[in-house]
């Protein structure tokens, strides 16, 4: 256990390890002393999350679609190649920073990749933001890598625009 505080307490600091496969050794570690044979993963997760968000990062969510991925990783890891699971880890993080910390950070003005606009509840998938940039109903602009950017305020005004189109009439026989 205290080896596994002292490469905890390690990761903050400059290493020649990419910080996701530190973290996935931390990951990993944390798994192999921990003493119970039920809720291992649950718990070790939830660790790990902790971490993230203690040293300034969003939470590394592993959905149950993303299980048998997860679970090769961590087979992969135990034989001392930490890559994938830093892959597994690291995609949710980013994917947490787009949906989240950017569009807050930058305010409701400032350009942020569509993906980080996306609002399901309120039927806003990253398809139907890019298709209505792409017709020209969102204002929205690409970038030079080719992606498109929007802000929130322009997402806000196309939902406006939505709900403020007329709905065909039905035509007298």
Not at 62 to 83: E, H, I, P, W
Not at 122 to 133: E, F, Q
């Amino acid at each position: 256990m205290t080896d596994w505080v002292a490469t905890v307490n390690k990761l903050r600091g400059d290493s020649d390890v990419a910080f996701p496969e530190r973290l996935a050794k931390a990951h990993i570690d944390f798994e192999k002393i921990h003493p119970y044979l039920d809720g291992n993963g649950r718990s070790s997760r939830l660790l790990l999350n902790l971490l993230l968000v203690r040293l300034g990062y969003p939470p590394a969510i592993v959905f149950k679609n993303q299980r048998t991925k997860y679970l090769k990783a961590m087979r992969t890891a135990d034989k001392g190649d930490y890559g994938p699971l830093g892959g597994v880890i690291a995609r949710p993080v980013t994917n947490n920073l787009y949906k989240f910390i950017v569009p807050a950070v930058n305010g409701p003005a400032r350009l942020v990749p569509l993906a980080s606009l996306v609002h399901e509840k309120a039927g806003l998938t990253a398809t139907a933001l890019r298709a209505a940039a792409e017709r020209g109903r969102l204002r929205a602009q690409q970038s030079e890598n080719g992606k498109w950017q929007s802000s929130k305020r322009w997402v806000a005004d196309y939902q406006k625009s939505k709900q403020k189109r007329p709905t065909k009439a039905a035509t007298p026989d």
